[in-house]
């Protein structure tokens, strides 16, 4: 079974700092989709960017991009100049491309200090 | 981009009562499903839903869930009888196809006393 494993409970940055939140994966598949999704306070669940596997180039969203290592079954998140709003829950999601169902890691509390 | 909605934005029931979950999903989008979260816990797959029938769910999704899109737009998920640790936030997402992302709606908190 795939698991999804995010080992930071908690970070914090500076505002307008980098940080990188990481993920890692285990799968036996080749093909399959990765994302981070955002969750403020509100409990709602914002998708930030996603990354399919069989891309070799890292997705970017404005100040959002992974490093995803394949080999290493690594799907990071660097979020630049930090900003208030980006405090939040963030999960990392794994999905496999033969079935609909999406597995979370445990998610990592990101703080931004003003 | 639309957006995915659920109501109500909480529910409160008593244990042994049913209820039922409602979700609009983006109008476009074929593919549904359901999460739960239990407070402090990571989001858990419950079912997904294509072409009015069930096309996979997970083992928490017993005899006890139902779902159904019952006139082409709302998206229900139903509890025939709820126990305490049901307690959760429930999340409605969709999506356009099977190889794209899905869209989450606010949830709704469900509370079993």
């Known amino acids: 079974a795939q698991t999804v494993t995010q080992s930071q409970p908690e970070m914090s940055v500076q505002e307008a700092e980098t940080v990188t939140l990481s993920c890692t994966y285990d799968?036996?598949?080749?093909?399959?989709?990765l994302f981070w999704y955002k969750q403020p306070p509100s409990r709602q669940m914002i998708l930030v960017i996603r990354?399919?596997?069989?891309?070799?180039q890292n997705a970017t969203e404005n100040r959002f991009s992974v490093n995803f290592q394949k080999a290493a079954k690594s799907f990071s998140l660097k979020i630049s100049d930090s900003q208030l709003g980006d405090a939040a829950m963030y999960f990392c999601?794994?999905?496999?491309?033969?079935?609909?169902?999406?597995?979370f890691g445990a998610g990592t509390r990101l703080t931004v200090k003003p | 981009e639309p957006e995915v909605t659920q109501t109500p934005s909480h529910q409160v029931t008593q244990m042994g009562q049913e209820v039922i979950l409602r979700c609009v999903p983006i109008?476009?989008?074929?593919?549904f499903y359901w999460y739960r979260q239990i407070l402090g816990q990571k989001v858990e797959f419950l079912v997904s839903?294509?072409?009015?029938?069930?096309?996979?769910k997970s083992e928490i999704f017993d005899d006890q869930f139902s779902v159904e899109r019952p006139d082409g737009s709302n998206f229900t998920l139903k509890i025939r009888s709820t126990k305490l640790e049901d307690s959760a936030m429930y999340f409605c997402?969709?999506?356009?196809?099977?190889?794209?992302?899905?869209?989450f709606g606010p949830g709704t908190r469900l509370t079993v006393t």
């Open positions: 999601a794994y999905r496999s491309a033969a079935n609909n169902d999406m597995r």
């Open positions: 799968t036996s598949e080749s093909d399959y989709y």
């Open positions: 990354q399919e596997a069989y891309k070799q």
């Open positions: 109008s476009n989008h074929l593919y």
């Open positions: 839903f294509y072409n009015n029938e069930i096309s996979e």
């Open positions: 997402a969709a999506g356009r196809g099977s190889s794209y992302e899905q869209y």
